[in-house]
């Protein structure tokens, strides 16, 4: 086999590579990203109950309620708040006041069901997302603490 | 004084960087000895300034001077004396000198080491290293001093995020960083053979101890990196996929193709354009990596508050290393001549599909992290790219790696016997089979299970094949087969040590994820709670006092088949500075199985809400990537012997040499 055809077998090859990580790729991305939004964005935009979105804000003070492993909360942005059912084991840093984000469904019914709940490893970050939900709201003034 | 004579030390340590940097490539392009000759001595006497500011930031911690902002802001007079010292490096200040003097030690160990190098080559590498030294130390100097000092000094630090109390801290990130950093060594000596326009054998003989150290040191961190996020938060996880992870994975995966790729080079002097491309892509990784991690740029559960002027810096660093690397490379690759030719049904070919694929998924994980951003960028929708997407693009890449795997060692070079190679692996396919049908049959799963769980098992047995390949078991007599196996070279157990590790590795991720069985469940004092073969008995809370922490304990009785077998204590533990809650699991391992238990916030009258996992071969997740991690010593082993020593082409006839 000659170094020209050799070449273009191995042309061939990692186009049938790349082709193949292409296409995974993009059959992936279609199917699994997950789309952020915050309170004010959902009362505003009508998003089908049962799609797996992201929400984030700041959980409301005074709005946290256990009953065994439930937890009820409302997330805020400022402008408007969400309530939000989870069921499982909160983070180590939820709080009341603290900024979440949330992975799950809308109910159909103004709620929302999460079945992640975002943790933190330090409590001065604060998710870029709710942030800027924040921002949007008017509702950030100081700048991401130290 | 210590912060202000360390501060000095580190500016000595950058006009030194800048020598290194500046000197010995003018000298290699001038061809002056003399010039070329400083690289050494700087290089060495830059790690030591670097190691002094070091030791003085780590004494300034022991001492507990909360006069220095630094120390101040993530440490505590009552923090045990590790914690002291690992919280060195739990900063953003304290982990980039971390960095920066891990880059030095590699430097000065090629200084040190280099003597058979041709001087030009030193000179050039040297002389690369230096130029990263000199933008880390910059960046160190005027964005992220460790060293500044706070009037008035306060009584009592701040402490340490207590997440990062933990010994995973003290081994997680030094790895990590010697992985990173270590493709620095062999990206300078991309960088150099590209100034020089040569590469040959022996460039790769140089290469590939550097990229195999990085790489044993990567392999090693990330496991570890799991094995802590695992026990030590409190989920039960062991990966994520989330953005600071996968900017650990990138340079993991182009540093495994790099290994594969620089074996070509080294054993028939071809793909070299292609291997000096991953040296330089390995090392823009890291650096990206680094920007991802340091910059807040993407959210993540690793984030931690940052500066974005730091984001912006780094972002320059990253520009100028990666665009002034391939822009060298574009302009003096079409000089490197082409080398030996081969079939495609060959080893080379086989090592080339390895690196196809490894590439390929390099190029998914970056992909799907940086698609994100991206997408903001272009339409402002904020979207969260998750686990799904990379175990549907990366998991059947990999899956596709691994089943061809064995058959790469059993092929010859420049020309293989693929039907050969094929009857070869026969009964690892049986075995493999077999156990798919008896593991699916008993315990169940989904298809992709199943694929997996012979992917693994295949993967471990034709590694086995390779061994019984290469001493020619049931061909020759007993005392011929010791004799063989003792004969073999270490690189050739290096090479089937990591192709079991990933097997095994891949292995306890199909177990965790298929087998895995998970209680969530509310109990009163008295409760039981079964899960697998195992009964747990809930007795009570306690309350227990640390250093710098309280914690209320909860105490199950762990029975298996009525008798006591363990006493799990899980712990809901609040770190008394900054009123920072942690979830201490307690994890019982039995075979290489563990009992994972996590409570929450308990409840008046003692009533806890408890978390239990029962995780069948679980162990085997991080077992693996150490018995790569010991392939790659072995391997390293290996060259060491052989370096400057004719080789040994006798053994050549017997077994194909590795």
């Given at each position: 086999m000659s170094r020209r055809q050799r070449r273009l077998l191995l042309i061939g090859l990692a186009l049938g590579v790349l082709g193949l990580a292409a296409a995974l790729a993009l059959s992936a991305l279609r199917e699994t990203i997950v789309f952020f939004h915050s309170p004010t964005e959902i009362a505003e935009k009508n998003i089908q109950p049962g799609t797996r979105i992201r929400i984030g804000g700041l959980v409301k003070e005074g709005t946290i309620k256990r009953d065994g492993l439930e937890a009820r909360f409302e997330v805020t942005d400022g402008g408007n708040s969400l309530p939000v059912v989870y069921r499982g084991v909160l983070p180590d840093l939820f709080r009341e006041g603290q900024g979440v984000v949330a992975e799950g469904v809308l109910d159909g019914s103004g709620g929302f069901r999460a079945d992640t709940v975002l943790a933190k490893h330090d409590e001065n970050y604060m998710p870029r997302e709710v942030v800027d939900a924040l921002k949007e709201q008017g509702y950030w003034q100081h700048g991401v603490k130290q | 004084m210590i912060a202000e004579l360390s501060h000095y030390a580190l500016v000595l340590a950058l006009a030194l960087a800048i020598m290194q940097a500046v000197l010995p490539l003018w000298g290699a392009a001038k061809n002056d000895a003399t010039l070329m000759g400083v690289a050494e001595p700087v290089a060495i006497a830059n790690f030591a300034f670097v190691a002094l500011a070091f030791a003085g930031l780590t004494a300034l911690y022991i001492g507990s001077d909360f006069s220095v902002t630094n120390v101040f802001e993530n440490s505590h007079s009552a923090k045990p004396l590790i914690y002291k010292i690992t919280g060195v490096w739990g900063n953003h200040e304290g982990s980039m000198l971390l960095w920066v003097l891990v880059l030095a030690l590699f430097s000065a160990f090629v200084a040190a080491f280099g003597g058979n190098l041709p001087a030009r080559l030193r000179a050039n590498a040297l002389g690369v290293q230096g130029l990263i030294a000199t933008a880390f130390l910059l960046f160190i100097l005027t964005t992220s001093n460790p060293f500044l000092r706070l009037e008035p000094a306060p009584a009592e630090g701040r402490d340490l995020n207590p997440i990062l109390q933990d010994l995973g801290l003290a081994i997680h990130p030094p790895l990590l960083y010697l992985g990173y950093v270590g493709f620095s060594i062999s990206f300078a000596f991309a960088v150099a053979a590209l100034l020089e326009g040569k590469i040959d054998a022996a460039w790769a003989r140089w290469v590939r101890p550097w990229t195999l150290a990085a790489w044993v040191f990567l392999?090693?961190?990330?496991?570890?990196?799991?094995?802590?996020?695992?026990?030590?938060?409190?989920?039960?996880?062991?990966?994520?996929?989330?953005?600071?992870?996968?900017?650990?994975?990138?340079?993991?995966?182009?540093?495994?193709?790099?290994?594969?790729?620089?074996?070509?080079?080294?054993?028939?002097?071809?793909?070299?354009?292609?291997?000096?491309?991953?040296?330089?892509?390995?090392?823009?990784?890291?650096?990206?990596?680094?920007?991802?991690?340091?910059?807040?740029?993407?959210?993540?559960?690793?984030?931690?508050?940052?500066?974005?002027?730091?984001?912006?810096?780094?972002?320059?660093?990253?520009?100028?290393?990666i665009g002034g690397s391939l822009a060298l490379f574009a302009w003096r690759a079409p000089e490197l001549k082409p080398g030996g030719i081969f079939a495609p049904v060959s080893r080379e070919g086989a090592l080339i599909l390895n690196n196809l694929l490894l590439t390929a998924a390099a190029a998914t994980v970056l992909t799907g992290t940086l698609y994100p951003l991206a997408l903001e960028a272009l339409t402002g929708e904020k979207i969260s790219v998750g686990a799904p997407f990379f175990n549907r693009t990366v998991g059947p890449l990999m899956l596709l790696l691994l089943v061809l795997m064995p058959a790469g060692p059993l092929l010859a070079w420049k020309r293989g016997d693929a039907l050969g190679a094929a009857q070869r692996l026969v009964l690892a396919g049986g075995i493999a089979l077999a156990a798919v049908i008896l593991l699916y049959i008993t315990a169940g799963g989904s298809l992709m299970a199943a694929i997996s769980l012979f992917v693994a098992v295949f993967a471990i047995a034709g590694a086995i094949t390779e061994f019984a390949e290469r001493i020619q078991l049931f061909r020759v007599?007993?005392?011929?087969?010791?004799?063989?196996?003792?004969?073999?070279?270490?690189?050739?157990?290096?090479?089937?040590?990591?192709?079991?590790?990933?097997?095994?590795?891949?292995?306890?991720?199909?177990?965790?994820?298929?087998?895995?069985?998970?209680?969530?469940?509310?109990?009163?004092?008295?409760?039981?709670?079964?899960?697998?073969?195992?009964?747990?008995?809930?007795?009570?809370?306690?309350?227990?006092?640390?250093p710098n922490w309280i914690e209320d304990v909860g105490r199950f009785e762990v029975r298996r088949g009525g008798t006591l077998v363990a006493v799990a204590e899980p712990a809901k533990r609040v770190y008394v500075a900054r009123g920072m809650p942690t979830t201490e699991a307690s994890i019982h391992t039995f075979g290489l199985g563990q009992l994972y238990v996590t409570i929450n916030d308990p409840e008046q009258g003692g009533g806890v809400s408890a978390r239990i996992y029962w995780k069948p071969l679980v162990l085997l997740i991080w077992l693996g990537p150490v018995l790569m991690a010991v392939g790659g010593v072995l391997s390293l082993s290996d060259r060491r012997l052989r370096i400057g020593a004719p080789r040994r082409a006798a053994r050549a006839a017997v077994a194909p040499a590795e």
């Open positions: - | 392999t090693l961190g990330i496991a570890m990196g799991s094995y802590w996020a695992y026990y030590e938060l409190g989920w039960g996880g062991f990966w994520f996929w989330d953005p600071v992870e996968n900017a650990s994975v990138l340079p993991w995966l182009t540093g495994t193709a790099l290994l594969h790729s620089a074996l070509v080079v080294e054993k028939r002097d071809a793909l070299k354009i292609w291997t000096v491309l991953l040296a330089i892509l390995a090392f823009s990784l890291s650096l990206l990596g680094t920007f991802l991690v340091r910059s807040g740029v993407l959210t993540s559960v690793h984030a931690f508050a940052t500066d974005p002027t730091r984001g912006v810096f780094i972002l320059a660093i990253l520009a100028f290393f007599s007993a005392g011929e087969l010791f004799s063989r196996a003792i004969g073999l070279p270490r690189a050739a157990y290096g090479s089937i040590f990591a192709h079991a590790g990933i097997g095994l590795a891949l292995l306890g991720i199909v177990a965790e994820s298929n087998w895995s069985t998970e209680r969530i469940v509310a109990l009163k004092p008295g409760d039981q709670v079964s899960i697998a073969s195992f009964n747990l008995g809930y007795t009570g809370i306690g309350r227990r006092e640390g």
